[in-house]
């Protein structure tokens, strides 16, 4: 299954075929944004309102997430403009007005107003177009799924770009943690040879410089991020399978969202961990590049 983004539009129309209907045109109009779970609301004419149950099941067989708009209209091609009313019509009106009248003799007449808005409803929808409406429903879904396609293939090209930023940005990191060890366990040797060479005798060589390492691996085991790169590698290499699955009938989203919230708690403490401004560097990359795919993986259904 292709990884779908939650945003996308379509939109349909189609003209009734039905006798004395063919005036009559049926149309569809979706719109889908983000969201953690499936929210449809439907707007529609009241002569549609009956449909909704039929068309919320459907939309929600092929939607999984999102909060998706749909518009139904049902319009008459000559809405806008009077239309003029028959012959018959008028003396059907007059003859049951007359008729009215005759059983209560203070109603009132009909006006030039109430004969015209009578005409326009006597030209209602016709009652039988539920084949019509989820034709064009499915027809207008067909389209938004590709359009969420499209969307979401951009969004895993640009997410993969980041997993190899990302990457790249750890290999980075890893041989600068062995050279710090060093630099700071010769530097408590340093310090030990330095107190020693100013006349402080009482204090043994070979102790000074046990005391030196034990310091030096005191703060080896502080700064060590293996662990913390580690992670975020096998999180990312977890990221980049889910991008490149074929049979998930589930979406990804909220996988790669919690994968997501793993990277950022591996960079935080990379950063935490830190003792030099390259390193600290390479973790502000990292939450800059983490905070980029958070934003993009949350479009994802």
């Known amino acids: 299954m292709t990884i779908l983004s939650m945003t996308g539009y379509a939109s349909a129309q189609i003209q009734l075929s039905q006798a004395g209907f063919e005036k009559f045109r049926l149309g569809i109009e979706i719109r889908s944004v983000n969201s953690r779970f499936l ?32 518009k139904l209209s049902l319009e008459h091609q000559d809405q806008g403009t009077v239309l003029l009313p028959s012959k018959d019509f008028l003396e059907g009106l007059e003859a049951l007005q007359n008729l009215i009248q005759s059983a209560l003799p203070k109603a009132i007449p ?48 640009s997410l993969l770009e980041r997993i190899h930023q990302l990457k790249s940005l750890a290999d980075q990191a ?58 975020l590698g096998s999180h990312l290499s977890e990221i980049h399978a889910c991008l490149m699955q074929k049979n998930n009938k589930e979406g990804v989203g909220k996988r790669l969202d919690f994968l997501i919230q793993e990277l950022h708690r591996e960079s935080n403490t990379l950063g935490a961990k830190s003792t030099t401004m390259e390193l600290s560097k390479i973790s502000v990359d990292m939450k800059v590049l983490i905070e980029q795919m958070r934003e993009q993986v949350q479009n994802l259904e």
Request: aromatic letters at 4%; proline letters at 3%; zero cysteines.
């Open 39 to 70: 929210d449809l609301s439907f707007k529609m004419n009241d002569e549609l309102r009956a449909h909704e149950p039929a068309l919320r099941e459907l939309f929600m067989k092929v939607l999984k997430r999102g909060k998706v708009e749909a």
């Open 174 to 231: 890893s041989p600068l943690i062995p050279q710090l060890v060093e630099q700071q366990r010769q530097r408590f040797l340093d310090k030990w040879h330095e107190a020693l060479s100013l006349g402080i005798h009482q204090v043994n060589s070979d102790a000074a410089k046990e005391r030196a390492l034990t310091e030096a691996t005191a703060f080896a085991i502080r700064i060590d991020v293996a662990e913390e790169l580690t992670r």
């Open 110 to 157: 009909l006006s030039v107003h109430d004969v015209i808005k009578l005409n326009t409803q006597g030209s209602q929808a016709p009652h039988d177009i539920r084949a019509n409406l989820m034709e064009l429903a499915q027809t207008a879904l067909s389209q938004l799924i590709e359009a969420r396609a499209s969307e979401g293939s951009r969004l895993v090209e």
